[in-house]
């Protein structure tokens, strides 16, 4: 079985991310990148970082458009004006955004009892405000890539959420916005809520099946790159984790899984 989203966060694999690394790393800033196809708005958050004038252009939308949510949906992490995504949030409570920056070791195990804290700590918040902090990340470290350090405090913020008490934690204020961040805009927090919604499959029984079938439905979604690489592969790859998957669907999901971090390696 894979380790990843269970004591691995797989590295963001977005084009544009290789290419502000390589500029980085050969003292060669970019200013222009060109992309096939639209990448996730965190993606360009995060390069943004490392250039703030960088023009990035997207020669392609993909069809179904990952701009748009897929179901109709309460609230959304991004707008966007053509192909430039903007935080559909306020600027986040500073002290929750800070607690978010985790430096230990991946875990969903041990990240989870730690948002369990935090959920206990900020429970003032509403979820918008905690959401918030998935689309305005803290300070960057100097000897961490932008890049990780938003998407781990993102899973973070999505596992305070998960880590919320409610009697019927699906039909929860939490359990609707982490559903509603799952549909889209398409981007990293999209990754971050399906992890949220794992955490929860795999502490309670009483929502693991309409997550599992949450999960299958959103397979059958039209293949593009952005999903690709935020929805698709990631599910799969979380759907190891499920408990109680028939012996059938578990063989299919290992074999998935396994083809596609094969894939990787080449």
Known sequence: M????????????ESI??????????????THCAVSS????????SVKVLYPDVTIVFNEVPDPDPREPMAEVEMRAWTYDDTAAMPAFPVPNPE????TEIGAAFSLESWGEAAARLAAEFHKL????????????GPFPSDQWPWDVVFKAQVMCALVLSRRESPSWLDSSPGKHIRDIVYGPVDWTTT???LALTDV?????????DIRSLFFSLLHVPMSPIWFM?????????????????????????????????????
């Open 126 to 137: 509403t979820p918008c405000q905690m959401i918030g902090a998935m689309v305005f990340p």
């Open 96 to 99: 929750f955004a800070l607690s």
């Open 38 to 45: 639209l990448e996730a708005p965190s993606a360009v958050l």
């Open 192 to 194: 971050a809520g399906l």
């Open 230 to 266: 935020c929805s698709w592969q990631p599910i799969w790859q979380m759907l190891q984790h499920f408990p109680n998957l028939d012996r059938r669907t578990r063989a299919k999901v290992q074999q998935t899984v396994d083809d596609l971090e094969a894939e990787e390696d080449e």
């Open 17 to 30: 991310l290789k290419s502000a690394a390589h500029g980085w790393n050969h003292n060669d800033p970019i």
């Open 201 to 209: 499959a795999r502490r309670d029984p009483s929502c693991a099946d």
């Open 2 to 13: 894979s380790e990843s989203f269970l004591t691995i966060l797989p590295p963001r694999p």
